[in-house]
């Protein structure tokens, strides 16, 4: 089948992964699948091959994958059972004080969604924190919203291992490097994002009732014996440093790095290391049952990104050995377009039109893997590109549309005049800092 063919039958595929994953709710990681071998054997690939180029996509990206995304998902687990994600808040607010109590809630969000991996959960447990500080600090629950809302996201959609997760194994961009560029692109983007929520807080306003809410001492009380700040810096600061820094000594030193820092700084070290200082600083208190509850949910919960993740595999392999990249590459470089923005748009298109983060990772990854030769990309730049193009245009397809729009009783015509904004607002600056920052540092 020629190239053009071939495309029309993976265009046809991509709608249908729209259609069955955003109308029918159908598992992502088997309508991924299914697509992927309708697509292959659409395209003429030997069906007695399928079989094992299945095996080869899972293969591919889960050896490296699981035991980081296990070891990232019991990390949140434990922080969140142990009251790590109080004593955080709870610090944040008091180092910015009662009048930048709305901008703390966004640093809050940001620093909460990265250990946790999930903007949905971090905004759900950190909600009775709105109700106290609306009635102590003199704006309206609005602003809060949309602060804890711009930290929350932002960190999930740009901060390894969350939503970068997908497309960086599946792209096998380097770890380090995309912390590094992540946390450099985030951070402006949060900051534009706050002004902007307080912007548009100021001028859709929820009017909730405040009285009666809890304070912060009773909010803490329920965790009963909290842990210290160090403990909970610890354990997110330890296995961050450590990737980044091994990424910067390779850079630097090459063959003659310190065996020792080669070791601890593998991402598939660095994490369980992690594992270890959460339950140790954490949760010694707590009898091995709980423990190993708290560390059989961040198993469990693994499961389905890592399911995810390996089907998106298995169609960035179809599309490779259907000669679709190869068009759609020569295409690309036709239309004199930058091949960052080529990325962008695909990403936010997906984005758009499918609604859910975690599909519209992988799909866009699948596409984008097999042009980056031809776009004249690294697999970091592109990565990072995804992921600002997967903030943009969050609206009723997406969960976390409806996680803040419905625990705050907040209209969905009022939540796409703010909520939407101001994720659509960050996702520029994102992608207007990756393309910026990742070339001054040396990641084009």
């Known amino acids: 089948m020629d190239g053009l063919a071939a495309t029309l039958v993976f265009a046809a595929g991509i709608a249908a992964v729209i259609i069955l994953t955003s109308k029918f709710k159908i598992q992502p990681f088997l309508v991924l699948l299914f697509v992927a071998l309708a697509v292959g054997l659409a395209s003429g690939l030997p069906p007695e091959g399928m079989g094992d180029l299945v095996v080869e996509g899972y293969s591919k990206v ?3 994958t699981a035991i980081i995304t296990v070891s990232a998902l019991i990390i949140g687990v434990i922080m969140l059972q142990t009251g790590a994600v109080f004593v955080i808040s709870k610090a944040v607010l008091g180092l910015l004080g009662k009048e930048r109590s709305h901008y703390a809630m966004g640093a809050i969000g940001y620093i909460v969604a990265y250990p946790v991996q999930c903007s949905d959960t971090s905004f759900i447990m950190l909600s009775p924190l709105l109700q106290s500080l609306t009635a102590g600090g003199g704006l309206d ?3 809060y919203v949309l602060t804890l809302s711009a930290g929350a996201f932002v960190s999930y959609a740009m901060l390894f291992p969350s939503a970068p ?8 961009a380097d770890i380090g490097k995309v912390l590094i560029l992540g946390f450099a692109a985030s951070i402006p983007a949060l900051v534009v994002g706050l002004v902007a929520a307080e912007y548009l807080g100021r001028r859709n306003k929820l009017n909730v009732d405040s009285r009666g809410a809890k304070t912060l001492d009773e909010i803490g009380a329920q965790y009963g014996k909290l842990p210290g700040m160090a403990s909970v810096s610890a354990i997110i600061i330890i296995p961050t440093a450590l990737i980044i820094g091994r990424s910067i000594l390779r850079g630097a030193l090459g063959t003659a790095m310190p065996s ?3 070791f601890v700084g593998n991402p598939v070290i660095a994490l369980p290391i992690g594992v270890v200082l959460a339950v140790y600083l954490l949760a010694r208190n707590r009898g091995i049952k709980e423990i190993n509850e708290m560390i059989s949910e961040g198993v469990t919960k693994s499961a389905n990104v890592l399911m995810i993740v390996g089907s998106g595999s298995v169609l960035a392999l179809v599309l490779q050995r259907t000669g679709v990249g190869v068009f759609l590459g020569n295409l690309a470089v036709g239309l004199n377009l930058p091949g960052l923005l080529v990325i962008f748009v695909i990403a936010a298109l997906l ?3 499918q609604g859910g983060t975690t599909v519209t990772m992988t799909t866009a990854t699948a596409i984008v893997g097999p042009l980056l030769p031809a776009l004249g990309i690294s697999p970091v730049m592109a990565a990072m590109t995804i992921c600002a193009g997967a903030m943009i245009l969050m609206h009723v397809n997406d969960s976390f549309f409806w ?3 419905g625990f705050t009783k907040m209209e969905v015509g009022t939540a796409y005049k703010t909520l939407t904004v101001t994720m659509a607002v960050m996702g520029l600056v994102v992608f207007a800092g990756v393309a910026i920052l990742g070339p001054l540092l040396g990641f084009a």
């Open 62 to 64: 889960l050896g490296y």
């Open 403 to 405: 996680v803040v729009s």
């Open 141 to 143: 629950m609005m602003v």
């Open 165 to 172: 997760l997908l497309s960086v194994t599946i792209l096998g």
């Open 351 to 353: 984005k758009t039109a």
């Open 260 to 262: 020792i820092i080669d």
